[in-house]
Structure formats: structure tokens, C-alpha cells
């Protein structure tokens, strides 16, 4: 069996990243992550990114570049990860978190990810692009 492929999105604006405190299911609630989600069957990765952030954040955004890399979560499951480009809207936390932030570089690490998307977020923090 393959994995199952979970996106999330490293979405940057004006030089900061864009984090999200989960909301549910209670053992991951509080903590941070990059937005995303599951993919359905016969969806691409870059398409249910743009899904996803649509449902959970209310905005239109562009998937740029694949962070090489793939993190294991649960077993039969995989994250992958996306730097994103805002296209439109003011992410709000419509779905599955109560709390968004923008961290610019020197705040990256003044919240509590989740530990499987650390390794991601060190990659998205280096790449993060001059305001
Ligand atoms: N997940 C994660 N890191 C992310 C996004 C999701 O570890 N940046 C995990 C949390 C869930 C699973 O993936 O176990 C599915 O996410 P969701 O519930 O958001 O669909």
C-alpha cells in the first residue's frame, strides 16, 4: 500500500509565514502547523492545496514549489509540503484552527508546532522571501 498524502501549505506574505493552531482532534489542539489536509481520491497534491486553503483559510493561493522532502505522521500517512503565494484574501481561521499568526524570521519559533512539521517549517523559514 502507498501512503496517504497529507499537503500543507508554507504560505508567505511580506516576508512572514503563516501559522495555524489546530482546533481538533483534542491531542493535536493547540498546537501549530502549516495549513492543509488530506488529498481525495484522484486529486493532485497542488490541487488539494488550493482546496484546502480555501476551505480552512477563506483565500485563493498558488502553490510555488515542492520543499523536497516527506514526513511521516500516523501510520499510511505522509505530509508534504508546498511554499505557497497568496493570491487573494485575508486568511481567517474558517476551519480546523482558532488561531492564525504571521511569524517573520525572528518568530518562527515562538510557537509550539506540531513536532512531525518541524522539519518543514526549518525549511520554509529558510526560504522565506525578503518583505
Ligand atoms: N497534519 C499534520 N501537519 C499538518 C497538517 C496535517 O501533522 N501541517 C496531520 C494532522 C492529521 C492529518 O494530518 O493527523 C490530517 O489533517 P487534517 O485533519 O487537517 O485533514
Sequence with gaps: MTDRVVVA???YDRGRLLAARRSAPPELAGRWELPGGKLEPGERPEQALV???REELGVEARPV???PGEWPLM???VLQVWTVRLLSGEPRPLEDHDELRWLGPEEIHTVDWLDQDRPAVA?????LPAP
Design 51 to 53: 482546496r484546502e486553503l
Design 9 to 11: 501549505g508554507a504560505v
Design 75 to 77: 501510520p499510511g500517512l
Design 123 to 127: 525549511e520554509a523559514a529558510r526560504r
Design 65 to 67: 514549489e515542492r520543499i
